[in-house]
């Protein structure tokens, strides 16, 4: 037995009920604005900065060089100064600093801008920094060290911690 309705009568009751009750069409529109701003601001971050780590060694009657690698990221046209304290070390010096070991024992150190050694790395700004100028993305540095011949302490690890200081 049929109940007299069929599907396309449900259809189009459901189509007429759907447009009957549709949002209407909108006649017109508005427009309207609003602003974006940012201010930068002139800023410095170290970004990574690599542990030295010098070879293992005997008696110490050679230079033991080892390098490090530090990243500054300042602000585009900032100009800025990186600069290196001198450790932990008791005793410590710019030019000679000490990484600490065994019964407070101590081995010499020094830590230098560039490659052929001659220039030691300070923490005094225009003095013995190392300058640059920002260019908005990360600047990598190398830190070049050397352990020189020395009476040679008792065996053992020897460490000191060096704080990275950017000016700007």
Known sequence: MSSGYSIRSFAAVGLAAVLGFSSPA????????????????????????????????????????????????CTNTTPYSIGLNIGTGSGATVAVRKMTGPAAATINYSLYSEATRTTVWGN????????????????????????PPQTTPATGTYNDTITVTVNY
Do not use: K
């Open 26 to 73: 909108f006649a017109a529109t508005a427009t309207g604005s609003f602003g974006v701003h940012i201010t930068i601001e002139s800023s410095c971050v170290v970004v990574s900065a690599s542990d030295m780590t010098f070879a293992n060694t005997g008696v110490i009657t050679a230079n033991v060089d080892s390098t490090s690698t530090l990243s500054v990221q």
């Open 124 to 147: 005094t700004p225009t003095t013995d920094t190392v300058a640059g100028t920002g260019t908005g993305a990360a600047q990598p540095y190398t830190v070049y060290g050397r352990v």
